[in-house]
T-cell receptor, first 117, second 111 residues
């Protein structure tokens, strides 16, 4: 079974600085997706960034980028120029590439990010 | 589009009561699922559906039933609520499955 591990329960960063959240996963599959979701106090789950395992290029979305190391099964999220609105719980998630029952998302336990002004 | 909607937002039940959490999506997505979120546990899959008339169990299905009579709706039924079912429940939907869109969640307390 696939597992996702986020080893940092809590992180903090100063406003305007950069922070990196860690995620490792375990799978025997070669084709899959990896995601980072953000959950602010409103509770809404918001997709931050997505990475397809077959792509060697790391995904970026504005101030958010990932460092995807397939061989190491590592998928870290870098937030640059941190803003107060980035404060949230961040979840790393895994999903197999093919459909049917493989649509299931497996989540890590989350990292609570605090942004200090 | 309203996206994924869930009702109610909050609910308090007594042990043994039954209720249905509603989920609807207007994006014509084939795939829909229910997750529960407990402190320190992340989100765990309860049940999912890959299309109307097709449902299957996820990681933590005990105590919950689902049905999918239409593409749009995917209700979650608690037959006899227990305190262990106190949680936040999320419904999600997806077309091809790449990105799942989540509803706003239902906070359920069972006393």
């Amino acid at each position: 079974a696939q597992t996702v591990t986020q080893s940092q329960p809590e992180m903090s960063v100063q406003e305007a600085e950069t922070v990196t959240l860690s995620c490792t996963y375990d799978t025997s599959e070669s084709d899959y997706y990896l995601f980072w979701y953000k959950q602010p106090p409103s509770r809404q789950m918001i997709l931050v960034i997505r990475q397809e395992a077959y792509k060697q290029q790391n995904a970026t979305e504005n101030r958010f980028s990932v460092n995807f190391q397939k061989a190491a099964k590592s998928f870290s999220l870098k937030i640059s120029d941190s803003q107060l609105g980035d404060a949230a719980m961040y979840f790393c998630a895994y999903r197999l590439y093919s459909g049917g029952s493989n649509y299931k998302l497996t989540f890590g336990k989350g990292t609570l990010l605090t942004v200090n002004p | 589009n309203a996206g994924v909607t869930q009702t109610p937002k909050f609910q308090v039940l007594k042990t043994g009561q039954s209720m249905t959490l509603q989920c609807a999506q207007d994006m014509n997505h084939e795939y829909m699922s229910w997750y529960r979120q407990d402190p320190g546990m992340g989100l765990r899959l309860i049940h999912y559906s890959v299309g109307a008339g097709i449902t299957d169990q996820g990681e933590v299905p005990n105590g919950y039933n689902v049905s999918r009579s239409t593409t749009e709706d995917f209700p979650l039924r608690l037959l006899s609520a227990a305190p262990s079912q106190t949680s936040v429940y999320f419904c999600a939907s997806s077309r091809t499955g790449a990105e799942q869109y989540f509803g706003p969640g239902t906070r359920l307390t069972v006393t």
